[in-house]
């Protein structure tokens, strides 16, 4: 089974709203990878996020097209969250993660190449990777951009 770990959409700056919604933008490039992944045949058991407007926001919208429409908050996927702990408890059970750099990035590095520093995936905003786990370990399967997208 995969774990999907994906970088909230684009928000609005913190100047124009401090709880830092998606932007138009944001939200069009999100609903256009959870098209995708829809079209594609990819489905989740869970989708679970930070509890950060735009994360949630993002989390609805893959949730929505993907998963049962349910969201689940779950706490240490803020940006400078630790990630050994968190990744402690993941399960290879068909679960998405919307959350935030530097941890969303940290945290793949960790899980494929045991160094949260290693740079394993350069996220981008409503960027999915699919990570899963074979004997060896865990290896990035796919990752899906929004410009790789239609719009």
């Not at 932007?23 to 829809?38: F, N, P, Q, Y």
């Not at 989740?44 to 919208?61: D, L, P, Y």
């Not at 993907?66 to 702990?85: F, R, S, Y």
């Not at 793949?108 to 949260?116: D, I, K």
Request: charged content about 20%.
């Amino acid at each position: 089974m995969a774990i999907f770990f994906v970088q909230h959409g684009v928000a609005v700056p913190e100047e124009v709203d401090p709880n830092r919604p998606l932007s138009a933008d944001g939200r069009r490039e999100v609903e256009a990878i959870a098209a995708h992944l829809r079209k594609v045949g990819v489905s989740v058991n869970k989708v679970c996020h930070s509890g950060k407007t735009r994360a949630k926001e993002t989390a609805q919208i893959l949730s929505g097209q993907i998963g049962d429409g349910n969201l689940h908050e779950v706490p240490g996927m803020n940006p400078n969250d630790p990630v050994v702990a968190f990744a402690a408890g993941l399960k290879e059970d068909n679960t998405m993660f919307v959350g935030h750099l530097p941890h969303m990035g940290k945290l793949v590095s960790y899980l494929v190449a045991g160094n949260e520093a290693a740079g394993v995936v350069k996220f981008v905003n409503g960027g999915v990777v699919c990570v899963e786990k074979d004997p060896a370990g865990y290896h990035v399967e796919w990752y899906l951009k929004p410009s790789l997208c239609k719009l």
